[in-house]
T-cell receptor, first 113, second 113 residues
Framework: SQTIHQWPATLVQPVGSPLSLECTVE??????LYWYRQAAGRGLQLLFY??????ISSEVPQNLSASRPQDRQFILSSKKLLLSDSGFYLC????????????FGSGTRLTVV | GQQLNQSPQSMFIQEGEDVSMNCTSS?????WLWYKQDPGEGPVLLIA???AGELTSNGRLTAQFGITRKDSFLNISASIPSDVGIYFC?????????????WGLGTSLAVNP
């Protein structure tokens, strides 16, 4: 079964500072990878998804970017954080075959101050 | 982006009561998924449904894929305090390699012991 490692669990960053959140996947190869943001404990907003190395699709215009340097590594970045970037960030993966369900990481709580 | 209509938005019940929540869509889905999210954690898959009319149970949880393929419900029988959390429905629209899910906004469940 798939396992997602996501870190850090919590992060407090000042406005204007850079961001790098990392997510790695075990137990599957060539997964689809996703970054979600969740505000106020409700509503999952898809930010980016990737179907392969170097392939990134952005769902919403924003201050963030994503990269997939390796098959099972997905990185969420920002050059300069905004207050509005605060939220709960979740990495997820979906495997091959009929298993369309996503496996989620444990999330990163980002507070921009 | 597109979202599912999930209701109710929140529920406050007594321990031992049964719970029912549902999701509807104007589009036809070929997969329905139900997730539970505990506070500060990523969502965890509870039940996956793959064909119209399918009824699947997971312990005290039962979910059905509506025959119109535009809705799904989740029932929880004899609720217990650990059922507290946010329940999300999610659906997949297209066949092929598109594995993006459409999400409901969640049902927040509180259980009074």
């Amino acid at each position: 079964s798939q396992t997602i490692h996501q870190w850090p669990a919590t992060l407090v960053q000042p406005v204007g500072s850079p961001l790098s959140l990392e997510c790695t996947v075990e137990g599957t190869s060539n997964p689809n990878l996703y970054w979600y943001r969740q505000a106020a404990g409700r509503g999952l907003q898809l930010l980016f998804y990737s179907v392969g190395i170097g392939q990134i699709s952005s769902e919403v215009p924003q201050n963030l970017s994503a990269s997939r340097p390796q098959d099972r590594q997905f990185i969420l970045s920002s050059k300069k954080l905004l207050l509005s970037d605060s939220g709960f960030y979740l990495c997820a993966c979906s495997g091959q075959g009929r298993a369309y369900g996503y496996t989620f990481g444990s999330g990163t709580r980002l507070t921009v101050v | 982006g597109q979202q599912l209509n999930q209701s109710p938005q929140s529920m406050f019940i007594q321990e031992g009561e049964d719970v029912s929540m549902n999701c509807t869509s104007s589009s036809i889905f070929n997969t329905w998924l139900w997730y539970k999210q505990d506070p500060g954690e990523g969502p965890v898959l509870l039940i996956a449904l793959y064909k119209a009319g399918e009824l699947t149970s997971n312990g005290r949880l039962t979910a059905q894929f509506g025959i119109t393929r535009k809705d799904s419900f989740l029932n929880i029988s004899a609720s217990i305090p650990s059922d507290v959390g946010i329940y999300f429905c999610a659906g997949r629209l297209n066949a092929g390699n598109n594995r993006k899910l459409i999400w409901g906004l969640g049902t927040s469940l509180a259980v009074n012991p």
